[in-house]
Each structure stands twice: as C-alpha cells, then as structure tokens.
C-alpha cells in the first residue's frame, strides 16, 4: 500500500520575521556579552541584561503565540473531521480574503468560512445564504439543519473531499484555475451560489 506523503508546509512571512528578530537579539546578546569580557564595563553589563531580558520576553511571547495558532488549528480540524464524519452532508464555503490569497494561500489566516448542513437543507436557501436575499425566516429555518461551522485556514479545506459544496461564483471564477485549488475542485461536487 501506497503511504501518502504530504508536502511541508512552508515558512510564512510571520514565522520568518520572528526567526529574523530572534536571531538579532541574539547576535545582540552575544556581542554585549563578548564586549563585556573584553571591557569589564558596568555600562555594558547593563545593556547586556536588558537586551537578554526582552529576547526572553519575545521568545516566550512569540511560541505562546505559535502554539496557540496551532491548538486552534487542530481542534478546528478536529471538530469539522468529526462534523464530516456523521454522514452526508451540504458544505457551504465563502472566503474573506484577498485575490493575492487565492493564488498563493496562506496556511495559518482563517479567511474561510466552513458550515456544514444536513442533507435535507433546501438547495436553494444555501444559495442565497448570508448575502444573497434570504429572510430572517429563511435563515432561521436553515439554521436548524446546520451540524458545524467554523473559520479556518486554508488547509483545513484538504479535509472536504467527496461532498457537495457551495462556492462563491467570485470566488469560483478567481480560484478555478488556480494550482493550489484545482485539487479542490476536483475532489468535491461543486455548486456555486451568488453573482460574479
């Protein structure tokens, strides 16, 4: 059997900005701490404490930061693979991203809206969902077939393969050709909602 293998996932620009800045500090620290040796001066002892102080600061900041974003991450995986594994089901998906996005998605910005439905929800209420004319009524009445819903990031989407999902037309036309969404398309049934 075939074991499946999955890129690694590539560093984004945040991730990169806070290595950059830990490395600073750190060659920071070194050389006060290397002038210190050299000088004895209580001036520099100073500066040499200070500057370690905020690198612990950012340090420990900055991997409370990562990992929360991650714990997210997994738990929304976690509850959507849960809410996907209960049966059929309508997947309705907006994005709230940017076109740059869609043709080099980010990893970690939740720009996408995931809900998940029974299948007994009216084909055309979720093509009128949220934007599109639907009543307070409407939206009350479709409320009730909804398992899950969530935002999530974009590789949360990897998760949705086999089901009926309702697409933007917008977003459909900008993404249809895109590399990183053609996988996606291909994967699920593909029902688009809205104007272009």
């Not at 940017?98 to 910005?109: A, D, W």
């Not at 969530?150 to 895109?178: I, N």
Request: with cysteine.
């Amino acid at each position: 059997m075939k074991r499946r293998t999955e890129p690694k996932p590539k560093r984004s620009g945040a991730s990169a900005l806070f290595v950059t800045i830990l490395l600073a500090f750190a060659i920071a620290v070194l050389t006060l701490l290397a002038l210190w040796f050299v000088y004895q001066n209580a001036s520099i002892l100073y500066a040499l404490i200070g500057v370690f102080g905020v690198y612990l600061v950012y340090l420990v900041i900055g991997l409370s930061l990562i990992g929360g974003r991650q714990k997210k991450a997994e738990k929304t995986e976690k509850l959507l693979k849960a809410a996907l594994s209960e049966g059929p089901c309508l997947v309705y998906l907006a994005y709230f991203g940017g076109e740059r996005h869609i043709k080099k998605p980010s990893p970690h910005r939740r720009e996408y809206l995931i809900e998940i439905f029974e299948p007994q929800a009216k084909d055309e209420s979720l093509k009128k969902h949220l934007w599109f004319g639907l009543s307070e009524r409407e939206e009350h009445e479709l409320a009730v077939f909804k398992r899950y819903e969530a935002k999530a990031a974009y590789p949360a989407l990897a998760l949705l393969e086999g089901q009926t999902v309702y697409v933007a037309a917008g977003f459909f036309d900008a993404a249809k050709d895109a590399p990183s969404f053609r996988e996606f398309f291909n994967k699920n049934h593909i029902v688009i909602y809205g104007d272009n």
